[in-house]
T-cell receptor, first 111, second 111 residues
Framework: GQNIDQPTEMTATEGAIVQINCTYQ??????LFWYQQHAGEAPTFLSY????GLEEKGRFSSFLSRSKGYSYLLLKELQMKDSASYLC????????????FGQGTTLQVKP | AAGVIQSPRHLIKEKRETATLKCYPI?????VYWYQQGPGQDPQFLIS???????DKGSIPDRFSAQQFSDYHSELNMSSLELGDSALYFC??????????FGNGTRLTVT
């Protein structure tokens, strides 16, 4: 079966750092993605991890531990525009490697 | 760079009507995916096509069908629409194990 867990909501202050955790239990694994989604808009790609370790991309970093089935997204120097939903998604090992999404974490950045 | 194009952006239908959603993937991408995202929900995988052949099927109702044409565009056909079909419908494309590229989505409202 497939199970991806993220916190439902988080609140942080502008300029701060926030870490959004994701745990997964999937029948197959072929990479983990993080997407940002503003209400009513398409998911926007943030990061991709297929090997263990940290991937850094500007203000955003993502970490993966395959043995623990765990990932996190780290957002630094938070800005008001970072208020959005953050979706953790695992790519499975089916023929087409579809993405299986977690329920998303709604992040609210306050002044 | 070309992105995934979906049409229409918004669609309003009445119960029991039929709707057709279109998706034009990024040129040379070999796989197309359809997702349904209800209000406050994560995207749910519906169906995918690899090189114009159906490759995977998720929680797609029997009232829905989809196909990919020779020019690689895909259409999602939805019949006997129900109020619960109101959602954002996203199409995504990818090339091999590469990352997913999402279209801007079609917002379907069934009244």
């Amino acid at each position: 079966g497939q199970n991806i867990d993220q916190p439902t909501e988080m609140t942080a202050t502008e300029g701060a750092i926030v870490q959004i955790n994701c745990t997964y239990q999937t029948s197959g694994f072929n990479g983990l993605f993080w997407y940002q989604q503003h209400a009513g808009e398409a998911p926007t790609f943030l990061s991709y991890n297929v090997l263990d370790g940290l991937e850094e991309k500007g203000r955003f970093s993502s970490f993966l531990s395959r043995s623990k089935g765990y990932s996190y997204l780290l957002l630094k120097e938070l800005q008001m525009k970072d208020s959005a939903s953050y979706l953790c998604a695992v790519r499975d090992r089916s023929n087409t490697g579809k993405l299986i999404f977690g329920q998303g974490t709604t992040l609210q950045v306050k002044p | 760079a070309a992105g995934v194009i979906q049409s229409p952006r918004h669609l309003i239908k009445e119960k029991r009507e039929t709707a057709t959603l279109k998706c034009y993937p990024i040129p040379r991408h070999d796989t197309v995916y359809w997702y349904q995202q209800g209000p406050g929900q994560d995207p749910q995988f519906l169906i995918s096509f690899y090189e114009k052949m159906q490759s995977d099927k998720g929680s797609i109702p029997d009232r829905f069908s989809a196909q990919q044409f020779s020019d690689y565009h895909s259409e999602l056909n939805m019949s006997s629409l129900e109020l619960g079909d109101s959602a954002l419908y996203f199409c995504a494309s990818s090339l091999g194990p590469g990352r997913f590229h999402f279209g801007n989505g079609t917002r379907l409202t069934v009244t």
